[in-house]
């Protein structure tokens, strides 16, 4: 413990630049590989996407990996890919970003909110089985933080009900669950390229799935769900007729050559984030008052986040410990204001406050502490000297 005055009660800052919670991590070798790239034939999607593709699905250890254009836009597709529509429900977790929700919704279907099991911060199987009814068709679980939720659990209800289940995996690339990376879980896995995220390709997303009629779906719904070579006009090279509504969703070969760029640097970025998690853990698992993130024993996670609780007995509550951290010049984030508490969710699908109790406990001392690839060791050092200072403050 530290006997400094945090600068939120007159203290100096522990820093005088700004240390976000999350950044991207770009060296010459991306700088060189986006060159490059700039130098091809396509610009827009062409044989580099497809090299991301299967650079990723060999990684996942799936059959299938189409590239779009962020993890949202995947999750719309995946979606769409799973036949989710209007009348149909599908359950996810209140406790996650706005995107994970609108697997269902860009596709007219209602998103039925679940209860998280506190611990993993992750849906409850059990409390899925209870929002089961005739019209539920899907389950869309979120791995928070980088933390697999309960797959074994939440898979088994998928089976009782026959559900398609999409895995939104946007924080969790490069993890295991049980030996097996995240994303090769049935029916689909999506991940998000967003600079904060494990890697990044500026903004970009990615399904995954060992299903050729969902992968094949995929890849059509992404480029205008067109038909390129359309039965009856072999004679017509320009023949190509769209068959639905379709999307442009592609992304360009200058977004997966730093995708693979980054993929690359893939181990050096998990070893960095492992070892700043370890020391966060040594320096706040003793103190009263925080919660650190779960260590499930079947997962092998890299995480994307480091979010911890704030509880009654560290002092102070979330608020203050925000804005203690930002007068340190800490960039803290929390993730996320529960959907149910969303005017979009509330006004168009009746949600209010107080129903998802576990999820609001959780939500009440949620704090995101910086996590990135590029901190040194100066940088962790000053989050653990900001927040044991601000305990110490309150408690000695
Ligand atoms: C859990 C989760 N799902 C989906 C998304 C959407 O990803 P993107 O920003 O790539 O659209 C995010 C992004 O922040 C996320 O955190």
Redesign the pocket.
Known sequence: MTDRTPALYGGKPVRESVLGYGSQSITDHEKQAVLEALEGDYITRGPTVEEFETRVADFVGVDHAIATT????A?HLAGDAAGFSAGDEVITTPL??A??AHAATYNDATPVFADIDPYRRTLDPEAVREQVTDDTVGLVP?HYAGHPADIDGLLEVADEHDLTVIW?A??AFGGTWRGEGIGAQRDMAVF???PVKNVTTG???MVVTDDDNLARRLRRLRSFDMNYDPAGHEDEPWYQVTESVGYNYNVTDLQAALGLAQLDRLSEFKERRDEIIDRYNEAFSGIEGIRTPPVPEESGPMCHLYAVEIGEDFGCDRQEFVQAMHAENIGVQVHYVPLHYHPYFQTEFGYSRGEFPKTEQVYDGLVSLPLHAEMNGGDVGDVITAVTALRSHHRE
């Open positions: 962020s993890g949202t836009t999750l996650t970003f995107s994970t979120m939104d946007c924080h998000s390229f967003h903004e970009g997303g």
